[in-house]
């Protein structure tokens, strides 16, 4: 005999034996899953030569164990346990666009510089208009006009505060153009460059011309009084009265 070679016969006998019992022990699950999704209960035992069986009838002559698969779902199981997988699911995504949004308000908004610096000098003329000791009015179009009450100053305070935090910067350049527009904007919606704007509005729209004596006339004191005319004033708070606003340092 060639050496090694009951070593090798050992071998081959034990791996056959291996690959024997998982086949039976495969052949076996295979057996139980057929059972399972076909019967309504099986059976399971063990016979003379330690062979475990499965079956949906018990064995004439052995003793047998009986084994109770759970029952299949009813359709409205199935139906419930849907419904609350799809409302954990709209759960989720609600929490997870919530978040979303949270972080999108808590980041910064890029916009062009020029925007910004309209915004932020136009949110600190209205600051410091809610600052006067004084009653102040929105309008929204000449003679329209809407009081805000005292009640109601510090929430819009804080509302213009929110606006500068996001709109204005320390940087020299922006902080240069805010000073600029500030001053511009609180020149123009003083009471009287107001009313000179209003009376040039309602000439032009009367089919008057700058060549006309009374337009000329709007003009020449619009210069006089220093009124800027690319100046919004509706929809923004404005105080009546004389009043000088401090600019930003």
Do not use: N
């Not at 003379?48 to 779902?73: C, I, M, N």
């Not at 925007?115 to 208009?129: E, G, M, N, P």
């Not at 619009?222 to 600019?247: E, H, I, S, T």
């Amino acid at each position: 005999m060639v050496p090694g070679t009951a070593a090798f016969q050992t071998l081959a006998m034990s791996k056959r034996g291996r690959r024997g019992r998982v086949a039976r022990i495969g052949g076996a699950l295979l057996v139980l899953a057929a059972v399972v999704f076909t019967a309504g209960a099986i059976y399971k035992w063990v016979d003379k030569e330690g062979k475990v069986h499965y079956s949906d009838t018990p064995p004439p002559d052995a003793e047998a164990q009986l084994v109770r698969p759970d029952p299949a779902p009813t359709l409205e199981q199935r139906t419930q346990a849907q419904q609350r997988a799809r409302a954990l699911e709209d759960a989720q995504q609600a929490q997870r666009a919530t978040v979303a949004a949270r972080e999108d308000a808590s980041r910064p908004v890029a916009v062009d510089p020029s925007i910004a610096v309209r915004r932020c000098a136009d949110a600190l003329v209205q600051r410091r208009t809610l600052d006067l000791q004084t009653p102040v009015y929105r309008r929204s179009g000449p003679g329209e006009f809407e009081y805000l009450a005292d009640a109601d100053r510090a929430a819009e305070k804080q509302k213009l505060d929110e606006v500068v935090r996001i709109h204005c910067s320390d940087e020299p350049a922006q902080a240069s153009a805010v000073r600029q527009r500030f001053l511009d904007l609180s020149l123009g919606r003083r009471p009287a460059c107001i009313d000179l704007r209003d009376e040039l509005q309602e000439r032009l729209l009367r089919g008057e011309t700058s060549a006309t004596e009374g337009v000329q006339g709007i003009l020449a004191r619009l210069q006089q009084f220093r009124c800027p005319v690319d100046v919004p004033v509706d929809g923004v708070w404005l105080a009546k009265g004389d009043y000088q606003l401090q600019p930003p340092r």
